[in-house]
């Protein structure tokens, strides 16, 4: 193994953790997981990350839903809903920073293909039982990859936007259950989550 100035290493050491390392570059020749038959996509031949190639595949309608939980607590749930946070009106502000975090998706996510979205929705809701904001997304594309991870970034942004804009009065506030709730279109078909 080469130093970082490219010359030769005088210790045996580098030369057993070269061949340790090129035994485990071999070990990633097949991506395939498990007997199930299905395949790692972002993973290349050696194990390196790639971006999976889309060019063969159909151009088809896609949906994504996706969704997330802030819990503020009492306190900064009356000051929400009364809209009397300092920075302004939590809701609104986070709405539109989803809608935007899901156009971004390609350019946060290294792997994400940059498409062309035709439809986001971000819904943020008070919730009184438990004194929070459900978000839903959803992103819909024409095109030959699926939208989920869209869906996911605007839910994820908008509960960030939430807690940035709540920050000031709880540092308690948590961020839970981001999930993929429902996707259509697509070679692998509908999905729902099961209940």
């Known amino acids: 193994m080469e ?3 490219g010359e030769p290493s005088s210790t045996s050491h580098s030369s057993s953790i070269s061949k ?3 035994a485990q570059e071999h070990q990633f020749v097949s991506p395939k997981m498990g007997g199930n038959g299905l395949g790692l996509t972002h993973v ?7 971006m999976v190639d889309v060019t063969p595949k159909e151009s088809t309608k896609r ?6 939980k802030v819990i503020l607590g009492k306190k900064v749930f009356d000051l ?3 809209n009397q946070m300092a920075k302004g009106d939590v809701l609104s502000v986070a709405k539109i920073a989803g809608i935007n975090g899901a156009k971004q998706t390609s350019s946060l996510i290294p792997l994400c293909h940059n498409i062309i979205l035709t439809h986001v929705c971000v819904d943020l809701t008070l919730n009184p039982t438990d004194f ?15 939208v989920e991870m869209e869906a996911l ?7 960030l936007t939430v807690y940035d804009m709540c920050k000031a009065a709880s ?4 961020i839970t259950g981001i999930q993929l709730e429902r996707k259509t279109g697509g070679k692998s078909g509908d999905w729902t989550r099961k209940e």
């Not at 970034?153 to 509960?159: H, M, N, R, Y």
């Open 153 to 159: 970034t605007a839910v994820s942004i908008a509960g």
């Open 132 to 146: 929070s904001v459900d978000i839903v997304g959803e992103a819909a594309s024409t095109g030959k990859t699926g």
């Open 80 to 82: 929400v809903s009364a």
């Open 63 to 68: 949906a994504a839903t996706a969704s997330c």
């Open 44 to 50: 290349g031949s050696k194990g390196e990350a790639q």
């Open 171 to 174: 540092k308690d506030i948590q």
């Open 3 to 5: 130093s970082v100035f």
């Open 20 to 22: 340790d390392f090129m």
